[in-house]
T-cell receptor, first 112, second 114 residues
C-alpha cells in the first residue's frame, strides 16, 4: 500500500485554467514537501509545510497542509505551459526516518 | 544548495549485463542517497551511501544486485548488476541539506534494458 496517495495521477489542461492536486495519507507527518520534476531532470523542492493548517504561496501556487497534518494540497491558478511537469509530494513521518516518503506523483500537462 | 552530476544520463543495455552509474557532488556531504523511479511509481529509496562504511539498503534491495561505492565525500557509484527488463527505470542520486531540510537530486540516469 502507498503511504502517500496523490490524485489525480494525470492532468491535462489548457493554459489559464486552475487546478488542484491532492496528497493524502492515514499517517501524521511532521512536515510535507512538494517537488516538481521536469523531463530529464531530478525533482526540485517547491515548498515545505510544517504546521497543521499552514498555507504557503509561491506566485500562482498555493500549498496547504491539513489541520491534522495527514494531507496537503497544491493549487495552481491560471496555469501556464511552464507549469508542465511531475509534481511529487513527500512526507516526513513523526518519529520516523529523516528520509521522506514520496507519493507517486501527478503528471501535469498545460497546453498553450 | 548542491549541484549533482550523474553519468550516464541514459543508456540502453542488454539483459544480463551490468551498468555503473556515477554521481559527483560539488561539495562534501556525509550521506548520499540512491533512488529508483519507475514509470507510474513513486521515488523509491534503494540505499544510503556513507563514506567509509557499507551502504545501508532498504527493504527489497540487496548489495549483490545494487553494489554501491563511496570512496570519498563527493562521489558515489551505483551498479545495477545482471540487468533484466524489470530494471528499466530512472536512477537518481540525491543529497540532503540538513539545514534547509531539503533533498537535492541529480538529473537522473535513464536505463532501458532489452
Amino acid at each position: 500500500t502507498q503511504l502517500l496517495e496523490q490524485s489525480p495521477q494525470f492532468l491535462s489542461i489548457q493554459e489559464g485554467e486552475n487546478l488542484t492536486v491532492y496528497c493524502n495519507s492515514s499517517s501524521v507527518f511532521s512536515s510535507l514537501q512538494w517537488y516538481r520534476q521536469e523531463p530529464g531532470e531530478g525533482p526540485v523542492l517547491l515548498v515545505t509545510v510544517v504546521t497543521g493548517g499552514e498555507v504557503k504561496k509561491l506566485k500562482r501556487l498555493t500549498f496547504q497542509f491539513g489541520d491534522a497534518r495527514k494531507d496537503s494540497s497544491l493549487h495552481i491558478t491560471a496555469a501556464q505551459p511552464g507549469d508542465t511537469g511531475l509534481y511529487l509530494c513527500a512526507g516526513l513521518r513523526e518519529g520516523g526516518s529523516y528520509i521522506p516518503t514520496f507519493g507517486r506523483g501527478t503528471s501535469l500537462i498545460v497546453h498553450p | 544548495s548542491a549541484v549533482i552530476s550523474q553519468k550516464p544520463s541514459r543508456d540502453i543495455c542488454q539483459r544480463g549485463t551490468s551498468l555503473t552509474i556515477q554521481c559527483q557532488v560539488d561539495s562534501q556531504v556525509t550521506m548520499m542517497f540512491w533512488y529508483r523511479q519507475q514509470p507510474g511509481q513513486s521515488l523509491t529509496l534503494i540505499a544510503t551511501a556513507n563514506q567509509g562504511s557499507e551502504a545501508t539498503y532498504e527493504s527489497g534491495f540487496v548489495i549483490d544486485k545494487f553494489p554501491i561505492s563511496r570512496p570519498n565525500l563527493t562521489f558515489s557509484t551505483l551498479t545495477v548488476s545482471n540487468m533484466s527488463p524489470e530494471d528499466s527505470s530512472i536512477y537518481l542520486c540525491s543529497v540532503e541539506d540538513i539545514v534547509l531540510g531539503e533533498l537535492f537530486f541529480g538529473e537522473g540516469s535513464r536505463l532501458t534494458v532489452l
